[in-house]
């Protein structure tokens, strides 16, 4: 692809490089709002669902209508066009394959962003790349890839991104930082900025590594667990847990989380489910090693003790839904 030059992030012509490996709800969803804004976008995808880029491009359905884009999709890099920013947009258990992508890449200087779940995405990724500036995000909205169709629902798309290593003696990372927040703005994609992403971060994995997995522990569906004493109990203690891990592991969060997200599971309807569980009972390859899986992990760097943690993965093991 050919690409002119950059100016800054403010400017109306500014036109950047952009690199997006996984053709997911959300990396697809980024690439249609990019590509909409002039900036040159390559999708990287594989298998069937890069088959069908290629023929029907992205269908994206949003604001209840559906809608035909077509970005220019890869199943590689290319090495001699780097990009000036990379989106990194698989799933979490697909981290590595998606950063041996980037390889040839590795010489390059660009900023790079990572929307996994779990805390751990932005460190794997600068080891592989150090010469990257590499950013933590977590994407608020709610997407979906359904029949091969993108669907963007409820609120509008908002992102908070920020560094897990300190960048405050390098201009060059923060202005490159403020360049890619530019770009996602200007794209209609509302992102702010943050100088440590760690603690938004763990904040997100206090629920999704610990609801994920007792909902299923205990064959409940995730809006079921607060009405079930045992299972609410042990999710309240599962949550104090990782609380305390961040807290000996230097990370502060907000003195209420672990209220505010009961209070916010207690607003789910009684058949949600969560995407951790889902693929948990259908044996499918999951998010469980980074996120409840992970507990364990940080807690022994901790020095810490995780008993609920503990119990809840030996419910899973007993039902047989635990992976290797």
Aim: glycine share 8%; with cysteine; proline share 7%.
């Amino acid at each position: 692809m050919a690409c002119r030059a950059r100016t800054t992030a403010s400017s109306p012509d500014a036109v950047s490089r952009f690199v997006i490996i996984g053709a997911g709800a959300i990396g697809s969803f980024l690439s249609t709002r990019l590509h909409d804004a002039g900036h040159e976008v390559l999708l990287i995808a594989r298998g069937a669902r890069l088959e069908a880029l290629r023929n029907m491009g992205v269908l994206l359905s949003e604001g209840g209508a559906e809608r035909q884009v077509r970005v220019p999709v890869s199943a590689a890099c290319d090495p001699a066009t780097p990009p000036d920013h990379a989106i990194l947009a698989t799933k979490t258990f697909q981290i590595e394959s998606a950063l041996a992508l980037l390889e040839p890449l590795r010489g390059s200087r660009f900023t790079l962003l990572t929307v996994q779940n779990g805390v751990e995405a932005p460190g794997i990724a600068q080891a592989a790349l150090p010469r990257a500036v590499v950013l933590g995000a977590r994407m608020h909205g709610f997407f979906e890839l359904e029949d091969g169709i993108v669907r963007h629902t409820g609120v509008p798309a908002t992102l908070l991104a920020g560094p897990v290593a300190d960048h405050a003696t390098d201009p060059a990372a923060g202005q490159a930082s403020a360049n890619l927040a530019g770009d996602l703005i200007a794209a209609g994609v509302p992102t702010t900025l943050t100088g440590d992403m760690r603690p938004a971060l763990w904040d997100k994995f206090l629920m999704a590594a610990t609801i994920g997995a007792v909902a299923p522990a205990f064959g409940l569906k995730v809006g079921q667990v607060l009405s079930h004493p045992q299972a609410s109990a042990l999710l309240r203690e599962a949550m104090a847990e990782v609380e305390r891990i961040a807290t000996a592991l230097g990370i502060e969060l907000p003195p209420d989380c672990i209220d505010e997200k009961l209070d916010f599971i207690g607003r789910f309807p009684p058949d949600v489910t969560s995407s951790l569980q889902r693929n948990l009972e259908a044996g499918r390859p999951s998010e469980f090693v980074h996120l409840s899986g992970a507990i364990p992990r940080f807690a022994r760097q901790a020095d810490l003790p995780c008993p609920a943690t503990d119990e809840i993965l030996a419910r899973l093991r007993a039902r047989g839904l635990q992976p290797d």
